[in-house]
């Protein structure tokens, strides 16, 4: 979910490519990568990306295909994976486990009937990032010489703290658990066509007249992915809430509220597992050539699938002065 409903909240602007252009941006990496997951699986025939094995490598094809976005406007991506998952988050999971094997029923149905659109919108809905889908992500990106960090934890939770340190000048995500993480600069629709979306800390907080403290116990009452929000309660009700009594037990003893894991869920957006064992290297080193034959040969991509990504990286990096794997 990513607190969805803080967007109504969220201090948002649209930037053009060129006030960002030479910036360092921390992506959340499975945030980034689920949706070009998606959308290829979607809009490819699976011929394209299923090995002889019968391993699907669509992730393949969306990274070839997302890195030029980056590239083409001089932005250096650093993937922040993510690590464990905290305990919180097992209801979570397992509400979207359940939602893809329904999902998956549904598919075979479709398939069943040859409904060939429902059948598309289905596949895109059962992904999920396999260990091979991360393992060939990192090949991928190794090559390609794109820093990777492990984020102990919560993938965007590390890159708000690494945006917060000033080792990257954005964090990267489409969802709005990086305000709550504390990162200063989100950019957004880093996926999407058109220009990116500025996200905002300090003028959200400003504009509402109140602390990131008090940001997090709205969204705890709202619901988060670490927990369930209290029923019929959005983010103008908890807001206003939360300025009547000043904070998350406040609200809760005034209004008789209930929020199970309250303390822990509060506790993990103030203080994440996070670390310092990474480093930012934006001197970009790729080998195109090589990155071209783990997908094409190693992997058996169709190689009209990701020859125009491939072209685009090429361009870009010669145009930014990055060429130096010729």
């Known amino acids: 979910m990513g607190n969805a409903d803080l967007r109504g909240l969220a201090v948002l602007s649209e930037v053009s490519w060129d006030a960002v ?47 030029p976005k980056f590239l083409d406007h001089d932005l250096t991506p650093v993937f922040v994976f993510d690590g464990g998952v905290t305990g919180l988050k097992d209801d979570e999971v397992a509400r979207r486990r359940e939602q893809r094997e329904r999902a998956e029923k549904r598919l075979t149905d479709a398939n069943e ?38 984020a102990p934890a919560e993938g965007e939770a590390q890159a708000a703290y690494m945006a917060r340190r000033g080792d990257v000048d954005y964090a990267g995500s489409e969802d709005y658990d990086s305000l709550l993480f504390g990162a200063p600069l989100t950019l957004r629709r ?15 907080l400003d504009h509402h007249g109140i602390t990131l403290e008090q ?28 300025e009547t009594h000043g904070n998350l037990w406040g609200v809760l003893d005034a209004e008789g509220w209930q929020v199970e ?23 970009l080193d790729p080998d195109v050539a090589a990155a071209r034959t783990y997908v094409t040969e190693e992997w058996g991509v169709d190689a009209d699938e990701v020859a125009r990504g491939f072209d685009r990286i090429e361009s870009a990096l010669v145009q930014t002065g990055l060429d130096r794997w010729t």
């Open 113 to 150: 009937r040859g409904d060939a659109v429902e059948a598309a919108r289905l596949e895109a809905r059962t992904q999920r990032l396999t260990d091979v889908i991360l393992k060939t992500t990192r090949d991928l990106l190794g090559l390609l010489d794109v820093p990777v960090v492990d």
């Open 215 to 242: 940001l997090i116990d709205v969204a705890v009452l709202c619901g988060t992915d670490f927990n369930p929000g209290v029923d019929g309660v959005g983010p103008k009700t908890a807001l206003q809430a939360v």
């Open 21 to 67: 252009s030479g910036s360092v941006v921390a992506v959340d990496a499975h945030n980034w990568l689920y949706r070009y997951l998606t959308t290829t699986v979607k809009w490819t025939n699976d011929e394209v990306y299923t090995t002889e094995a019968g391993e699907e490598v669509a992730n393949l094809v969306g990274v070839v295909q997302g890195l």
């Open 190 to 204: 880093l996926t999407s066509k058109g220009k990116p979306e500025l996200m905002d800390l300090d003028a959200t």
């Open 261 to 283: 894991h309250a303390d822990r869920v509060r506790d993990l957006f103030r203080d994440p597992p996070v670390t310092d064992d990474y480093a930012v290297d934006t001197d």
